[in-house]
């Protein structure tokens, strides 16, 4: 089997803000670069990373460049792995949108909300979470992957990995935070292993 190396990106200047980046580019912060190269050194002391794919978005993209550095990898990308596009929602900070009366502010009722503006429900999202980890499931048994995405798309990717759609976890892991997946295919359960680097535990969610 695959073992999968899931890290959600590092700390980003929305996540400072507090802001919902969604698909918006928003780069890392220095704290959030700097712990990124702490993370993949200290990764690379533990075990081998044979491919890494990321989202295409820059606070992913610049999470997986600091473990081509150490790896000497090249990256993919893949939009199934790509962040919620929350419409007319993104930019907005935690605050403003607690606001807005059509946001759906309980996560965990967000299988079928379709946020304003051409937004994208989390039944959406898992469809193309799915996609993604059938492909996985294709790939060379003996490869460990690194995969870098976004705080919503783990909040499917578990769902997915543990065989719970449409119930999905409220909670999001830490920036930086990996989780460690023994592969199988879709529709196992999965044991998932969180993995904590860097400064990793000190970047926790900012609801």
């Known amino acids: 089997m695959s073992t ?40 690379k002391e533990k075990i081998k990373i044979d491919r890494i794919i990321s989202s295409p978005l820059i606070r992913a993209l610049e999470t997986a460049e600091s473990f081509e550095a150490v790896y000497g990898l090249q990256k993919k990308t893949d939009d199934r792995i790509i962040e919620q596009d929350l419409g007319i929602y993104k930019g907005m900070t935690y605050d403003e949108v607690k606001k807005q009366p059509a946001y759906e502010a309980d996560p965990e009722k967000r299988w079928n909300w379709v946020p304003e503006g051409n937004g994208e429900s989390y039944s959406m999202i898992g469809d193309r979470i799915i996609s993604f980890f059938k492909d996985l499931e294709n790939i060379n048994t003996n490869e460990n992957i690194l995969i870098v995405t976004h705080a ?56």
Request: glycine share 4%; aromatic share 10%.
């Open 152 to 207: 919503v798309a783990f909040r499917l990717i578990r769902a997915v990995l543990e065989n719970t759609l449409p119930q999905y976890p409220k909670h999001f892991p830490n920036n930086g935070e990996i989780w460690k997946v023994n592969f199988t295919k879709v529709g196992d359960v999965h044991n998932i292993e969180s993995i904590f680097l860097g400064n990793s535990k000190d970047f926790v969610h900012n609801p």
């Open 4 to 43: 999968l190396y899931l890290i959600r990106h590092a700390e980003s200047e929305a996540n400072k803000e507090r802001i919902l980046a969604s698909r918006l580019p928003f780069p890392l912060t220095e704290d959030g670069k700097a712990d990124a190269d702490l993370i993949a050194c200290e990764l």
